[in-house]
């Protein structure tokens, strides 16, 4: 009976004991007394509690340990001791790999975020930047140069460094330094020149996060440039119609049999400005006189065709003005207007036609866009006249009331003037 | 002349049209330097004339429904002849009828047109601004337009505000919980069966007690009459009065012409009730001072919603308003004070809160 009775006293007494230790460790994962001290150094050992609670890995429930180990509960210095498992600054080679312990484990970071990939590091080791630290150079970017680091955000946020938004000036911050990138030998002038393009434009101006950035073309944690084999298959997800007219061109063997990569002969690659139909003419912002001589046969033929498209694009100007002129005066011409809508479409498919550089294909979008452009045109001048016609009308109404209104004025002094049916009557 | 006296004599021999025709050659107007507002309510009565006939017209093509309505004023102002005329003529005699029936009811009240006996005659012509107001704010929904459906949006959302009925008003009106094309169809019936029948039938009684009690004369006039009989003039209705009616017809025929011609009526273009509302969004411009003020009222007042109590302060300024003429006779002239004094202050109200809610940003 005594021992049974002892036997209880051990379990009513270990019982909570047991239950408090097994519950500290849980606490003592997000405690993380490296902010303690970390907050008041000065850069670059400096790490805020503000700034780290703004990072996605500290509101994931992770601390300082999870990449620099250490034991954070701990207040003394042992925090930092080896023994600790502390590991310290991790040295730029080793970031890719660092975080790669956890970004290229699907078992782990299923737990955080399932539809994350975890091919990055694989991908960044195909990379320049992956190989060049491979070899020894620690000025490439590794992950923490693009995604920073203690105050990391989720990619989706419009404040990271990565989100779609901000990866061009993120990119630009080596890649337009120009002592940085002098022993790389390459130009410095991208983000320049992608800042005056049109789809910087869509990115910054219009907020178009499907507009391409540096990432969208050079590929992000596989950053690599696209070889000339390879720029068209680029433009193309995006551009398909166009690639699709451009395969069936002439130019495609011409431009192959060059070693000339494609869209961005005429059309750049980082400074792609709006095309427009100058980039057929001779002027400043033409592109065929590069190669072609005046004159000659493919020459004419780009004079064509310019003069066909600057042909339709008069026309629907033209209709739009008396439209316009039709609607401020009030007549009722939205139908026209909607159907110039489908002038402009056979206008734009035809510029998009102009990469198979084939007359005939431009033709039957011209014409087609002509009929429309004229149609509505007469449309426009038909409501002016019609506008006229309701004004004329409108004169000769008001001429009859005024002379029904002059007749009855006449009629009534005519009748009160006699005596026997004046107006006024004895009350 | 020959063949209409013959037709005449003939009406005359098989209905004594002699007799029949003989109170309306008895009728007299008074006369005296306020007449001309007589022709207020003749000008009222020619615009709803006119909106029946334009009315019925554009019921030749019309089409109720979201899908088509839109489409069919389309076809009428573009491709039926003169149809832009007919609709363009509707919608602005409707707003010329509405502010001449304004007109004429502050008139009324000026020239206390409304004292005994005439206070029946007051509360028909002011339930008829109610149902004008009504065959407004039913009939700019008809043509299914963006600003029309989002107006009508807010407009049948404040009657939801009312309370204890205001959502079961809001569920009739728009014959469910959104405004969609049950409301459009519902709004239809309203506007070309409900409205008309209770107007015309108003406005018979309305005619009937006019022709019943005479027209009234101004109380200043009618004391210096009373003073000098002398002085008391009066016109003969028939023809007389009735040639200068006719003459003012014509002049807002004219004007009715100009405006259609000058300023044909906008379409805009057709309501998306999937797409976010309109910035500018404004009813029409009689019920914009309650807009406004509905707008303007901060949105507690105490413990309670300032919106349901701006449309209960409105709401009983209606029926006070209704009820006008029964305060003339209260205390000595004190009634007769206060109804100027709400006379003067609503339409300076009416005035003060359009102009604000069409020059405010």
Redesign the interface.
Known sequence: MDTLRNSARCIAFCLPLFLFLCARPASAQTQNTCLECHGSLDPPLQVTAEQFARDIHAQKGLTCAACHGGDPTQLSMDAMSKSAGFRGKIQRNQIPELCGRCHADSEFMRKYDPSLRTDQLAQYKTSVHGQRLAHGDTRVAVCVDCHGVHDLRAVRDTRSKVNPLNVAETCSRCHSNAEYMKAYGIPTDQFFKYSTSVHHEAMVVRGDLSAPTCTTCHGNHGAAPPGVGSVKNVCSTCHVFQSQMFEKSSHKAAFQAAGLPGCVVCHSNHRVVHPSDAMLATGPGAVCSRCHNPGDKCDRATATLLRTLTGLDGAIKDADQELAVAESS???V??ARLAQDQARDSLTKARVTIHSFRKELVDQDIQAGLIIAAKNLQAGKDALRERDY??V??GV??LA??I??LG??A??RL??QNPK?S????? | MRLLATARDWMDERFHWAELAAPLKKKTVPLHKLSPWYFLGGITLFLFGIQVCTGILLLLYYHPGANEAFESVQYIMTRVQFGWLVRSIHSWAANLMILSAFAHMFSVVFLRAYRKPRELTWVSGMLLLFLAMGFGFSGYLLPWNTLAFFATKVGTEITGQVPVVGHAMMVFLRGGEDVTGATLTRFFGFHVAVLPGITVLLVLVHLALVQYFGMSVPPGVEKRWEAHPAEARQMSFFPNFFLRELMAWYIALGVLGALAAILPWDLGTKADPFAPAPAGIRPEWYFMFMFQTLKKIPAKLWFVDGEVVGILVFGAAGALWLLLPFFDQVGRGRGRRFILGAGLFALSYILAMTAYGYLAK
Do not use: A, P
């Open positions: 009030g007549m009722e939205s139908e309701r004004r009308g409108l109404s008001v009331i005024l029904v209104l009855l004025r009629y009534i009748i009160e049916s107006s006024e009557v004895s009350s």
